[in-house]
Antibody, heavy 114, light 109 residues
Framework: EVQLVESGGGLVKPGGSLRLSCAAS????????MRWVRQAPGKGLEWVGR??????????DYAAPVKGRFTISRDDSKNTLYLQMNSLKTEDTAVYYC?????WGQGTLVTVSS | QTVVTQEPSLTVSPGGTVTLTCDSS?????????PYWFQQKPGQAPRTLIY???NKHSWTPARFSGSLLAGKAALTLSGAQPEDEAEYYC?????????FGGGTKLTVL
């Protein structure tokens, strides 16, 4: 059974940083292209970015609102996906989900507020 | 900026059929956009119903199907059940990036 478990969310001040993790199990993580998706309170889903597998170059792509501030990385030895978020803004407040596209985690809430 | 458009809301009768669509501001949606469809119920994480236009996840009920229809991606629900009331999102692929539609709130009434 595929499991994706996000962690690391919390309250952070504007301009601050936070690192989210997503622990994966039940599938061959090192072959998977992984994504982060977020959902602001009461709003729709927003694609944040994607990292390819190491064999496909571990290339990353980001949505325009987070490009240059967020970094996606992976540790295949730990079956874990990361999202490093810097220079956080109030509009980054959202539930952050990791997903393979086919399977989703339950999400972790990030609140950016002073 | 690429915009993906979905119907904001639709209503279907129990047992009825409804088609949700996913349109691209760049032109016709093709299989090369790798359309996905997701279902989200209040307070829950999304779950994937359809990937790569028409492929079903292991848990996708048979009454859901995906296709391309008149230049759009389409999700058809045949034989709607009360538990199908939810928000439905599509996403399309654009050179590595994905863009979500705004979602369709489906009411079964």
């Amino acid at each position: 059974e595929v499991q994706l478990v996000e962690s690391g969310g919390g309250l952070v001040k504007p301009g601050g940083s936070l690192r989210l993790s997503c622990a994966a199990s039940g599938f061959t993580f090192n072959y998977a292209w992984m994504r982060w998706v977020r959902q602001a309170p009461g709003k729709g889903l927003e694609w944040v970015g994607r990292i390819k597998s190491k064999t496909d170059g571990e290339t990353t792509d980001y949505a325009a609102p987070v490009k240059g501030r967020f970094t996606i990385s992976r540790d295949d030895s730990k079956n874990t996906l990361y999202l490093q978020m810097n220079s956080l803004k109030t509009e980054d407040t959202a539930v952050y989900y990791c997903t393979t596209g086919k399977d989703w985690g339950q999400g972790t809430l990030v609140t950016v507020s002073s | 900026q690429t915009v993906v458009t979905q119907e904001p809301s639709l209503t279907v009768s129990p047992g009825g059929t409804v088609t949700l669509t996913c349109d691209s501001s760049t032109g016709a949606v093709t299989s090369g956009h790798y359309p996905y469809w997701f279902q989200q119920k209040p307070g829950q994480a999304p779950r994937t119903l359809i990937y790569d236009t028409s492929n079903k996840h292991s848990w996708t009920p048979a009454r859901f199907s995906g296709s391309l229809l008149a230049g759009k991606a389409a999700l058809t629900l045949s034989g709607a059940q009360p538990e199908d009331e939810a928000e439905y999102y599509c996403w399309l692929s654009y050179s590595g990036a994905r863009v979500f539609g705004g979602g369709t709130k489906l009411t079964v009434l």
